[in-house]
């Protein structure tokens, strides 16, 4: 069985740039939570979807959004890049809308110049 | 507000030793620890995670030891191989959200 699969794996985007990152979870999974972890920081969450909803939102500021589809894939935007966006952004599903059994994906490596 | 403060940075063990992470958190209202392992170019998996009803949960050679009225809490990793050369990630919570410390790097020599 697939894990989760993330896409693309990386990108260069430049300052004041738009950037959509996409996220398809494990199959049956209907949680899907976005994560950014900047170089030797832990993952910090952003936003957990489950069911299409909005279930949870970390301290991003409104340039970061995201939805979840009704095949429970998501999507993460991220509107007028800034430098400080150079990050891992990590994916993770679970089948109910608890955090607590998660399964990551890859990551996409975003870097902003 | 830091939620859960993570040391060493960096461990570096022989081959066949004990790794010892650690971990320590404030709000007792968490009921949830877990750790995670993360490998160069992955994402995090989860290891082993622990309730605060319990003191010591072991799978394999991986140990979580649990001490709620110190809110601490550790990651043994007995006969350490080299294989196990990672990052180690604690986090608390609870149901809905999962807070991550800052990650332990750890080299196994041979």
């Known amino acids: 069985d697939a894990g989760v699969t993330q896409s693309p794996t990386h990108l260069i985007k430049t300052r004041g740039q738009h950037v959509t990152l996409r996220c398809s979870p494990i199959?049956?999974?209907?949680?899907v939570s976005w994560y950014q972890q900047v170089l030797g920081q832990g993952p910090q969450f952003i936003f957990q979807?489950?069911?299409?909803?909005?279930?949870g939102r970390g301290n991003f500021p409104d340039r970061f959004s995201a939805r979840q589809f009704p095949n429970y894939s998501s999507e993460l935007n991220v509107n007028a890049l800034l430098l400080g966006d150079s990050a891992l952004y990590l994916c993770?599903?679970?089948?109910?809308?608890?955090?607590?059994?998660?399964?990551f994906g890859p990551g996409t490596r975003l870097l902003v110049l | 507000q830091q939620q859960v403060k993570q040391s060493p940075q960096s461990l570096i063990v022989q081959k066949g030793g004990i790794s010892i992470i650690n971990c320590a958190y404030e709000?007792?209202?968490?009921?949830?620890f877990p750790w995670y392992q993360q490998f160069p170019g992955k994402g995090p998996a989860l290891l082993i995670a622990?309730?605060?009803?319990?003191s010591e949960k072991k799978e394999g050679r991986f140990t979580i030891s649990f001490n709620k009225s110190a809110k601490q809490f550790s990651l043994h990793i007995m006969d350490s191989q080299p294989g196990d050369s990672a990052t180690y990630f604690c986090?608390?919570?609870?149901?809905?959200?999962?807070?991550f410390g800052t990650g332990t790097k750890l080299q196994v020599i041979p």
């Open positions: 993770a599903s679970s089948f109910g809308d608890s955090q607590e059994t998660q399964y």
């Open positions: 979807y489950y069911e299409k909803e909005e279930r």
């Open positions: 709000n007792t209202a968490f009921d949830y």
């Open positions: 986090a608390v919570g609870g149901y809905q959200k999962v807070t």
């Open positions: 199959s049956g999974h209907k949680s």
């Open positions: 622990i309730r605060p009803d319990v």
